[in-house]
């Protein structure tokens, strides 16, 4: 029978992918590169969720709070965003230093035990969640998935061609803001998992891998969610074998699947 610890870890990895479909669909967006910044944005929330939580004894787990932070910054960063690529790199300054400010500040105040549980969110470690933990992550990631499946359509359409889309009649602002919202779910459940300072790995590289190995949209689908699987099951191995931080490892494997699917996509062009 497998260790608590690591069954937990392995559920951890299976939530996780449920995240990588719709990261490639933000970067056919055009628009991945947001949900690294985003997922800075619960590491404010949990700051927060955990300072109530020295107050109101029982308050609900700060991930809820981490969720909330990080679907409220990227549809407030879309919005503002819209006018300009420097109206957009501007919030997402302001955004990131919002949340790192928050945490630093909330942090200093905390007991030691609750200084802990907010360094989760920084660096996590998929080992050490707890049973509550899965549970949440087990919801916010069947959200995430169950929004892309429910407007996998209406999101192609405003990735490949807005403009006909709206006057199509489609609610162009109405499924972007959906989109950017199922996006930051699953930034925070990235972030829960792999902790705020590694999250580009498991939010970027499965798509960034996908769109190197295919050009069909259910291709790239499939092998972000495959790379993440992969990534996280070896990266475990790695960790458990030669104990090193589980975290790290995974990041580890996904860059060099990363590298490796690169380096098959230059010599291909070079031998056509």
């Known amino acids: 029978m497998l260790d608590p610890f690591v069954l937990r870890a392995l559920l951890g990895i299976i939530f996780a992918s449920f995240s990588a479909p719709v990261s490639t669909i933000m970067l056919l967006r055009g628009a991945l590169y947001m949900s690294p910044e985003v997922s800075h944005a619960a590491l404010g929330g949990a700051a927060l969720g955990v300072l109530l939580q020295v107050f109101i004894p029982g308050l609900a787990d700060p991930f809820l709070f981490a969720i909330i932070f990080c679907i409220a910054t990227s549809i407030w960063i879309s919005r503002v965003g819209r006018s300009s690529q420097q109206a957009l790199s501007m919030m997402l300054s302001v955004s990131l ?12 105040y905390l007991p030691i035990e609750k200084k802990i549980m907010v360094d989760s969110y920084l660096v996590s470690d998929l080992l050490l969640i707890s049973e509550t933990e899965v549970l949440n992550l087990a919801i916010a990631s069947t959200i995430s998935i169950l929004m892309t499946i429910v407007f996998y359509r209406e999101f192609l359409y ?71 699987i992969f990534s996280g099951l070896c990266g475990l191995a790695l960790s458990l074998h030669f104990n090193i931080p589980t975290g790290g490892s995974i990041a580890l494997v996904s860059i060099i699947i990363f590298s490796l699917a690169y380096l098959a996509r230059f010599i291909k062009n070079r031998l056509v």
Do not use: H, N, Q
Not at 99 to 107: E, G, Q
């Open 97 to 108: 230093a919002l949340s790192v400010m928050l945490y630093a500040i909330i942090r200093s």
């Open 158 to 228: 405003i990735c490949f061609d807005m403009e006909t889309a709206e006057s199509l009649g489609l609610k162009v602002g109405l499924y972007d803001s959906l989109l950017f919202a199922t996006s930051a779910i699953a930034a925070a459940v990235i972030a829960r998992t792999m902790g705020v300072l590694l999250s580009v790995t498991l939010l970027v590289i499965p798509a960034a891998v996908s769109r190197l190995t295919t050009r069909r949209v259910s291709g790239m689908l499939i092998t972000s969610f495959a790379t993440t």
